[in-house]
Structures are given as C-alpha cells and as structure tokens.
T-cell receptor
Framework: GAVVSQHPSWVICKSGTSVKIECRSL??????MFWYRQFPKQSLMLMAT?????????EQGVEKDKFLINHASLTLSTLTVTSAHPEDSSFYIC?????????????FGNGTRLTVT | GENVEQHPSTLSVQEGDSAVIKCTYS??????FPWYKQELGKRPQLIID?????GEKKDQRIAVTLNKTAKHFSLHITETQPEDSAVYFC??????????FGTGTRLTIIP
C-alpha cells in the first residue's frame, strides 16, 4: 500500500502560462502532503506543506502567489505554477504521509518534470 | 531549524565491496532518520529508516547506524551490486516537523 500518483509526469509550457500538477494518494488518506522541488544534481527542497482543508504553509523564499497549492480532499493536492518562467523549470515531487507522527514515512509521487520555454 | 550534512557527495566502489555514506544533523531533538534511494529521473524510495531509540538496524545488505551523542548516522551497503548505483539521500525529522534532506551521495558501483 501507500501509493502516490502524480500527474503529469512531464510538461512543457511557454513562459507566462500556468501549469497545474496533481498529486493523489491512491490507497490511503493523506493527512499531510508535501511539495518539493529538485534542480539537477541537487537535493529535494521543501516548497510547502499542505493539510487537507487548510491553507498551505510555505517555506521561506517560496512565493505563495506564484505556487498555488490546493488540498481539497484527503486524497488530492494540486500545485499550480502561475506565470511560469524558465527559472521555474525543475523536477517537482509531491509526497504524502498517512498519519502525523515522528516516524511516519514519506511516500513520494513519480515527480513532474517542468520545462518552461 | 534542522541542518543535515551528507558525505561524500560522490562515491565509487568496486562491485562486491561495501559502501558507507555518513550524515550529521544539528537538532538533538530529531528522532527519525530515513534513507532514500533515487534513480535518475525517478522518485526517491525509502530503503531503510531508524528511530532515535535504536542504535542500529539491518535489512539484508543494508544497515543504518545512529549515534545520538555525536548526532550522526550512517548507511552501510554490503556486497554492492550494479543496481545499487543511484543517488542516496539521508534525512532527519523531529516529531511532526518537516523532513530535512541531506545533499545526496551519488553512488557508482564499478563492475
């Protein structure tokens, strides 16, 4: 169990347009979902933490008006990159936990490779 | 906040030999330490984790050790195989707070 599905797996968009990425927990209810960004050959950087039914908590330096997160249900969170620019090109990965707690493992989606031209 | 350092950044070992990756953390209250393996273009996958009340954990060829006093933990892979080649990330977490990742180690197994 604990499958997280992310869609799309890759997307190419023009500068100035918006892109929506979906993250679904398929066989469990995720109390919390996380969105990470990973640039080539770098580590995963947390962008925001999203709890169902409440506003996302953004990490320092991440623009909440540019990276819109919606977590409307226990199985779905979306990340919308608004007015995308080439510097937003990256690998975006969501993850989810089944429960709160110190030892709750993260289950990752397959990631979305965004290329902004 | 938590800060996790990971070494080495790259590691090449002969097939069959052992590989060791080390991490240190700054927050003495951190109590959960997972290790993830990430192949190129794919998602990170949890390979082993350890809680702060345990000093060592083993799963077949993979083991993790934790030294709370020194605030460091290590991943040990024995009898390495070509399919072990990947990027490995350590991470640390305190309670319900966010998971902080290390900078990653690119492991290459030489046939």
């Amino acid at each position: 169990g604990a499958v997280v599905s992310q869609h799309p797996s890759w997307v190419i968009c023009k500068s100035g347009t918006s892109v929506k990425i979906e993250c679904r927990s398929l066989d469990f209810q995720a109390t919390t979902m996380f969105w990470y960004r990973q640039f080539p050959k770098q580590s995963l950087m947390l962008m925001a933490t999203s709890n169902e039914g409440s506003k996302a908590t953004y990490e320092q330096g991440v623009e909440k008006d540019k990276f819109l997160i919606n977590h409307a249900s226990l199985t779905l969170s979306t990340l919308t990159v608004t007015s995308a620019h080439p510097e937003d090109s990256s690998f975006y990965i969501c993850s989810a936990t089944k429960r709160q707690g110190a030892d709750s493992p993260l289950h990752f989606g397959n990631g979305t490779r965004l290329t902004v031209t | 906040g938590e800060n996790v350092e990971q070494h080495p950044s790259t590691l090449s070992v002969q097939e069959g030999d052992s590989a060791v990756i080390k991490c240190t953390y700054s927050d003495s209250a951190s109590n959960y330490f997972p290790w993830y393996k990430q192949e190129l273009g794919k998602r990170p996958q949890l390979i082993i984790d350890i809680r702060s009340n345990v000093g060592e954990k083993k799963d077949q060829r993979i083991a993790v050790t934790l030294n709370k006093t020194a605030k460091h933990f290590s991943l040990h892979i024995t009898e390495t195989q070509p399919e072990d080649s990947a990027v490995y990330f350590c991470a640390a977490k305190r309670g319900n707070e966010k998971l902080t990742f290390g900078t990653g180690t690119r492991l290459t197994i030489i046939p």
